[in-house]
Each structure stands twice: as C-alpha cells, then as structure tokens.
C-alpha cells in the first residue's frame, strides 16, 4: 500500500520559515507528480503547489507564488515544501498527495498531514 | 481561478435515503472533475475521478456525472460511514481549486 508521511511541521513566527518533508515508499516515487494540499483549521481544501514527475514544471497557488517552492529528490523518494515569509494565514495541516496513474491533478493518496502554526 | 460552488452546505438525511450533492464551476472544466470525501481526523479520500470514474476501492452507491459547469456526486443508498464532508476539485485549468465542502449529517 502507498505510503506518505509527512514531517516538519510545528510553530514558527510570522515572517519565518519552515521547509516541510514529504517521505514516499511502496510506489514508484520517480514516476508520478506530485502535490502540496492544505486545511486552515475547520476549513475546505487549498490546493497549494505541484511537481512534476521529473521535476522539471511546477506549479503554485498564487496566494504562496513567490513564497513557497515545491522540490523533490526521486534518489531519495521524498517531497519537499520551502516555505519563507511566512503568514497567519498559513497556518494549516499540510498534506502531499500523489497523482494517480491514469491522471495528472488528481489526488489518489495522501499522507497524514503536518501542522504548521505560524503565531508569535 | 475557477471557483466551484457546492450545494447544498449541508444534507441532512437518514441511512438508507439517497443523497445528491452538486457542484457547479464558474467556467466549463470539461470533464476534469472529482469528488473527495472526508471524515475527521482524516485526511480526504479519492471517490470519483472525471466526473464519473470511481476510483479504486470505492463502492458502487457513489456515482458521479456531469460535464462542463454541473456536477452531481450521488449515494444511492447511505450508509452510517458515508456521513462526511464532501469536496470537489477541478483539474480543468490552473490552478486546482476545490469547493467549498458539503456536510452530509446524519438526520
């Protein structure tokens, strides 16, 4: 069974930064995009960033462009999120989620999920 | 940015009934639409994938149809673990978004 598992969340101060970790096992990581999904507390969902397979596109929302930045290392099975100048606003669980295999931004499997607070 | 509408905010209905749930995009996304479901704690699972594909695992109650700007994700009969939140996501055009959730409570 697919396998994500998140870290590196905890409490930062607005302005700060944050680089979350996205470890993938039980798939062939190489293959597939992948994305960064978030959830304010009792909020919906907000897509956030992808990456392609191979890493070579990437897209973001735009209420992280310029903030955020989506990496992967496929020697390493594992998604990154960088996340700079940092927002109340941006406190949430972070998910990653994978592509399916007969689609691209779709999300078949997700990790658990990391807290990000961002308070001072 | 594609904004997609979910009604209504919240179903209630008893097991058994049928519930229907809609999602209506501001701009056609084709066919590029699925359903989520979630329950707390947890993260979103995966229900229907192009509108009307189910997605590995899931149930043959849960149908989806559509295309274009309307969408409808339908539970034949209810069952007690299907009392959730229900979420769609437009891969149509950039970026992803998602509605707003609907929350299916037990009556």
């Known amino acids: 069974q697919v396998q994500l598992v998140e870290s590196g969340g905890g409490v930062v101060q607005p302005g700060g930064s944050l680089r979350l970790s996205c470890a993938a096992s039980r798939f062939t990581f190489s293959s597939y995009g992948m994305h960064w999904v978030r959830q304010a507390p009792g909020k919906g969902l907000e897509w956030v960033a992808f990456?392609?397979?191979?890493?070579?596109?990437?897209y973001y929302a735009d209420s992280v462009k310029g903030r955020f930045t989506i990496s992967r290392d496929n020697s390493r099975n594992t998604l990154y999120l960088q996340m700079n100048s940092l927002r109340a606003e941006d406190t949430a669980v972070y998910y990653c989620?994978?592509?399916?295999?007969?689609?691209?931004?779709?999300?078949?499997?997700w990790g658990q999920g990391t807290l990000v607070t961002v308070s001072s | 940015e594609i904004v997609l509408t979910q009604s209504p905010a919240t179903l209630s209905l008893s097991p058994g009934e049928r519930a229907t749930l809609s999602c209506r995009a501001s701009q056609s996304v084709s066919i590029y639409l699925a359903w989520y479901q979630q329950k707390p704690g947890q993260a979103p699972r995966l229900l229907i994938y192009?509108?009307?594909n189910r997605a590995t695992g899931i149930p043959a109650r849960f149908s989806g149809s559509g295309s274009g700007t309307d969408f409808t994700l339908t539970i034949s009969s209810l069952e007690p673990e299907d009392f959730a939140v229900y979420y769609c996501?437009?891969?149509?055009?950039?970026?992803?978004?998602f509605g707003q959730g609907t929350r299916l409570e037990i009556k």
């Open positions: 996501q437009q891969r149509g055009n950039w970026p992803i978004t």
């Open positions: 989620a994978k592509d399916p295999p007969y689609s691209s931004s779709y999300f078949d499997y």
């Open positions: 192009d509108a009307s």
């Open positions: 990456i392609r397979y191979d890493g070579s596109n990437k």
